[in-house]
Each structure stands twice: as C-alpha cells, then as structure tokens.
C-alpha cells in the first residue's frame, strides 16, 4: 500500500483545492460529495463512488413514467433504504 502525502492551502470560505493527481487518480468531478472523517487529531477525505444498486435506481428514476414494473421496484428499493 502506497501513503502519499500533500499539502493543500485553505482557501476563502475555508476551500480547499484538491490536488490534480489525487482528483485524476480518483475521477472526482466538480459536483461530486466527498466523505470528511475526524480521527482523533486527523481529518480523512473519502471519495466513495455510488453503490451499484444505488447506480441502477438512480437510472431507474429517469425511466419514463410508463415503466410500470421499473416504478414499482424504485420505490420498493426507496422505502426499504429509508428513503
């Protein structure tokens, strides 16, 4: 396991740029969220991409509203996720 290490500047608003290898590494996009973990004394950034299940009811939502069955199941898969 490779540990990579970068110093980032806190920007106005308290941003902060992410380097272009770690964001080329990582795919992250403009608009993507990102996971801020704190650790004792350390703050972790996660990327974590979409589930697969999650992927495939996000593509089900935008079915036409004839999908019948499509609809059924999203809305299962919603309220089974709390959602």
Known sequence: MSFYKYRVKVLSGYRV??????RSRFNVKIGDELDLEVKGGRLIISFT???????????????PS??????????????????
């Open 17 to 22: 740029s992410i380097p272009q290898e770690v």
């Open 49 to 63: 991409k979409e589930s697969p299940l999650m992927m495939l009811a996000s593509i089900a939502e935008e079915a």
């Open 66 to 83: 004839d999908a019948g069955g499509d609809e059924l199941f999203l809305n299962e898969l919603k309220n089974k996720l709390g959602g």
